[in-house]
Each structure stands twice: as C-alpha cells, then as structure tokens.
C-alpha cells in the first residue's frame, strides 16, 4: 500500500519510520495528507551571527536552543564570546537563566516520555545519528572555523581532531543503536539447569550534560553520541567561553531529524545552569567533564538532590619518563607533542616530563630548539604551529603559575611570557629542575608549560614511585 501511495502521489517520499511512528491507520492518513502538502516539517527559525572569514561565510546560532527552537534567555540576557587570537566579540550569546534550565529540562522530559525518539525503533534512532554525523561532516570546514574563532584552536588541527573525531564519535554509537542488549543469566547451579533470568538495557530518561572549553565540539560528542544512541533527551550546558559550536551542532540535529526536546542546549554560567543541572529532580543522570573541584561539588549535587547517577572525567597529572637509551629525536618530538597540543590545553597532556640525567641536557637543548621554530600566530593561517589561549583568565592563571614556579626555584628555561601581540597568546614555556614538593610537580597546569624533573642514571624503581605519587585532590 505504502508503495501505492507513493505512485499515486506523484513520488511522495516517503520513509520507513513514516510508517512505524503512524500506528494507526488515521495517522498515517493524516500525515501522507501533510506530507503532500509540505506541512510536515516545522520551519527552524535561526537568528544567525554570520562571519566573513576564512574564505568561507560562517552563519552562528546565538541563542538558547530550547524543545526544537532557538530562542531568547528567559530574562532577555546576553553576554559576549570572545576571539582569543585578538580580543574582538565574535557573537553576543544567549546567558540562560534557572528559568530556561527548567524549560529545557521539562522539554527533554516530555521528548523522553510522549515523545517520537522514546517510541522509535532503536534502527530507525541510528539513522538519525548517521544522518547527523553526514551533516557534521558536510560542515565541517564550518564548525572547524568556528572553533578555531571561539576557543583559538589551529584550524587545521581543529578540522582533523576537533571536528573529524567527533564526526567519527556519532558514527560509530550512531552504529551502537541497535545492538544494546542485555544478558541471559543461568540462576540455578543445580543440573539440569533450566531456570533463566534475562537483563532488558533500558534508556534513563533526561541527562545533562556538563563541558569544558579546551575542545568544545568533540566533548559534547564524547557525552552526547552515547547518551542520544541509548535512548535518553539531554540538556547540555557548554562552557561559557565557548558555546557557538554546540549551538551549531543543535542546528545540524534539526536538519538530521532529531525530534524535537531530544537536544536542548543552555549556554551560561557553570554556577547558575551547571548548578541547577547538577540539583534538578527530573534529571536521571549528569555527564561533567572540567575540573576536580567542581566535579566534587557537581557529585555532592547529585547525590544530595535525588541520588541521580553521575560520571565525572576530571583533572589528571600524567608523567612522561624519557630514558637514556630512547631515540633522542623521537623522545622530543613525542615529549613537545604531548606538552604543546593544542596549547597545552588537553586532559591527556604530559603533566611532568621525569628525564634520566645523563640525557637530560641534550634533551633540554633540542627542546628550546623546537620551540623557537614554532610559529605563534593566527589560528586560521595554515602554517600556524600555536595558536593562542582559549581565554583571557586562563591565560592569566598559566602566567600566575609561572612565578610561582619561579618564586619555588624551579629553572626557567624558556617562555613564561605573554607574547607581545594582540590576544592571549603565551610563549611554549620550559622549567626544568623541578623538584617533587613543588607547585609545579604537583598542580596541572592545562597550558604550554613543559615541566621536567631529572632523575638520576638507572634509578627505575624511584622513578616510577615519584612519578606515581600525585594525588589529585
Ligand atoms: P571547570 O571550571 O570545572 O568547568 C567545566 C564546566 O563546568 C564548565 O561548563 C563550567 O561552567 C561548569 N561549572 C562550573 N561551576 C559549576 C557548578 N557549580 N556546577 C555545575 N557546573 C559548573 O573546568 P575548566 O576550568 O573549564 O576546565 C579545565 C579543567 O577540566 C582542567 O582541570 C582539566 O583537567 C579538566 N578537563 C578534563 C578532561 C578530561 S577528559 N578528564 C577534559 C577537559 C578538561 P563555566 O563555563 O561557567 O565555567
């Protein structure tokens, strides 16, 4: 009949999911009606802040996007997001109030329990998240601008890692729809065994989601592919330096289908939106990525508000131990990649580099070599190595943890500057004789700061204790 139909209708498209979301046979009259006449999609209206740059035009959403719409804060307020690489206003920004938390909150509920995505069959919800990697993909020159605009991400670093794994994220849970299954569990050890019990996966219901600015994009797809191919609506609050990539991303999931209320994206402040997130009664579960600080009170949040389930990914020091018998060229290159990527601003950097003495002054040497072939500049130009800090505190926070460096007696051996241009750019910066009470060995500095402690020729088991002792409390 479907077929008939769609004969008989000169071409009318028509999808599966048509079908299976009409359940009875008024449904699907009224929507083959609908469809005929082009009513069946609810227009999107986007008040966009469009961009002339990087030899594209980039069209950014600035609102709240609340039940499938963008629209104003609750109380009208807006605040500015800054470009890093000069200090200029991108964008005036919708700052959401506890007011649209609830909206949000009361949308995604309703999207959980009335709406289409609870009732979809798990194939048909794949569908949509490849359909919403595809667009992600298609505009990814786009979203990679305006990354590197919002958080000062070099663009063709942004394009490859920030954007491509995060297209890559949705792909591959997009594919996870429909194999979540549950076990079948023998109860009864006595032989013969025939007595069974089985587990169902069943979706939570409302999540939030809470991100930090280091890679805007690919967080929210590391806490959103999986949330969204279980089943669950979200609320997601961006962090507040660098909303316009989620905002971009709530567009692209209209254009995928994604069912109204499933995605509601609340740009403001960590204290207010973060906070109320973290106490909402009607949420299930909370995804935070950020600091330890925070997520310590975020989990107390949880806890004390209705026991809602929480995951936290926090701050971390890692070391890096270079012996003296490594391939020296390749000990650097890998030591600088995994201190400077992206400016130092990445949950997997090399916290503490511990280097065997007998190396370690040539290590140092080559080092300062490297950096002062590095390019500083603007993230969009293709050649740049260094972009700048994604914002101004946390440009000045990583100097503050300089002198106190310095103030300790570790060495300085390169940078600790801001670099004397427009923006909030830092020097890659190198300390080295840093010893295991110290500031600097202790504390994460989440910028371009090499921190190098000596360890003394074949003293493999101190090593490992010393680079084994943070505490990250
Ligand atoms: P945080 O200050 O913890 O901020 C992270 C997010 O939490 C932001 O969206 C922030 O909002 C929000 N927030 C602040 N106070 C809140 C509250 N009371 N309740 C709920 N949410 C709140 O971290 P940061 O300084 O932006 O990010 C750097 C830290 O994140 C580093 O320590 C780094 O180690 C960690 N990090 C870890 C990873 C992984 S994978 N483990 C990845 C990236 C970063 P605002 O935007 O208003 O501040």
């Known amino acids: 009949m479907?077929?008939?139909?769609?004969?008989?209708?000169?071409?009318?498209?028509?999808?599966?999911?048509?079908?299976?979301?009409?359940?009875?046979?008024?449904?699907?009259?009224?929507?083959?009606?609908?469809?005929?006449?082009?009513?069946?999609?609810?227009?999107?209206v986007i008040d966009y802040a469009t961009l002339h740059v990087n030899n594209m035009t980039v069209k950014m959403p600035y609102q709240c996007f609340i039940n499938g719409q963008f629209v104003d804060a609750d109380n009208g307020k807006t605040y500015n997001t800054i470009n890093p690489t000069d200090g200029s206003v991108i964008s005036k920004v919708s700052y959401c109030s506890v007011a649209d938390v609830d909206k949000a909150v009361a949308a995604a509920k309703d999207a959980f329990e009335n709406g289409e995505w609870g009732k979809m069959n798990a194939?048909?919800?794949?569908?949509?998240?490849?359909?919403l990697a595809d667009l992600m993909e298609e505009h990814q020159e786009e979203l990679a601008t305006i990354e590197s605009l919002d958080?000062?991400?070099?663009?063709?670093?942004?394009?490859?890692?920030?954007?491509?794994?995060?297209?890559?994220?949705f792909r591959y849970f997009a594919g996870w729809c429909d194999k979540i299954q549950g076990s079948t569990i023998p109860i009864n050890q006595a032989r013969p065994n025939?007595?069974?019990?089985?587990?169902?996966?069943?979706?939570?219901?409302?999540?939030?989601i809470v991100i930090p600015w280091n890679y805007p994009l690919m967080m929210l797809a590391w806490k959103s592919a999986a949330c969204l191919a279980a089943g669950n609506t979200l609320v997601l609050k961006p962090a507040q330096v660098t909303p316009l990539s989620a905002l971009k991303f709530a567009e692209l999931a209209v254009k995928a289908g994604l069912p109204k209320g499933v995605i509601n994206i609340l740009p403001g402040s960590g204290g207010l939106v973060g906070q109320r997130l973290s106490e909402h009664p009607?949420?299930?579960?909370?995804?935070?990525?950020?600091?330890?600080?925070?997520?310590?009170?975020?989990?107390?949040?949880?806890?004390?508000?209705?026991?809602?389930?929480?995951?936290?990914?926090?701050?971390?020091?890692?070391?890096?131990?270079?012996?003296?018998?490594?391939?020296?060229?390749?000990?650097?290159?890998?030591?600088?990649?995994?201190?400077?990527?992206?400016?130092?601003?990445?949950?997997?950097a090399a916290g503490r580099l511990f280097v065997e003495e007998s190396i370690h002054d040539e290590f140092l040497k080559r080092v300062v070599d490297e950096i002062k072939k590095m390019k500083i500049g603007d993230p969009l130009d293709r050649s740049t190595d260094h972009g700048p800090?994604?914002?101004?505190?946390?440009?000045?926070?990583?100097?503050?943890?300089?002198?106190?460096?310095?103030?300790?007696?570790?060495?300085?051996?390169?940078?600790?500057?801001?670099?004397?241009?427009?923006?909030?750019?830092?020097?890659?910066?190198?300390?080295?004789d840093v010893e295991d009470h110290m500031y600097l060995a202790k504390e994460?500095?989440?910028?371009?700061?090499?921190?190098?402690?000596?360890?003394?020729?074949?003293?493999?088991?101190?090593?490992?204790?010393?680079?084994?002792?943070?505490?990250?409390?």
């Open 389 to 432: 800090q994604n914002h101004k505190a946390h440009l000045d926070k990583l100097l503050e943890y300089c002198e106190i460096g310095v103030k300790e007696g570790a060495t300085l051996v390169y940078g600790a500057k801001q670099v004397p241009r427009p923006g909030y750019f830092m020097e890659p910066t190198v300390f080295t």
């Open 123 to 131: 194939r048909d919800r794949g569908r949509i998240l490849y359909r």
């Open 151 to 169: 958080s000062g991400a070099v663009y063709t670093l942004a394009l490859k890692t920030h954007i491509g794994m995060s297209v890559q994220t």
């Open 282 to 348: 009607d949420i299930r579960k909370l995804g935070f990525t950020g600091s330890t600080p925070i997520g310590k009170q975020i989990m107390k949040s949880c806890a004390v508000s209705n026991l809602k389930k929480v995951s936290l990914e926090l701050g971390g020091k890692s070391p890096l131990i270079i012996f003296n018998d490594c391939d020296l060229d390749k000990a650097v290159r890998m030591g600088m990649g995994a201190v400077y990527f992206n400016k130092g601003e990445n949950c997997i």
């Open 444 to 473: 994460e500095s989440f910028g371009p700061i090499m921190v190098i402690s000596k360890f003394k020729d074949g003293e493999i088991d101190g090593v490992l204790q010393r680079a084994n002792s943070t505490n990250m409390d």
């Open 2 to 44: 479907v077929e008939e139909i769609k004969q008989k209708c000169n071409g009318l498209e028509l999808q599966n999911e048509d079908v299976y979301m009409a359940t009875t046979f008024g449904d699907f009259i009224q929507m083959v009606v609908k469809k005929s006449r082009g009513e069946d999609e609810e227009e999107l």
């Open 194 to 208: 025939r007595n069974l019990t089985f587990t169902k996966k069943e979706p939570l219901g409302v999540c939030a």
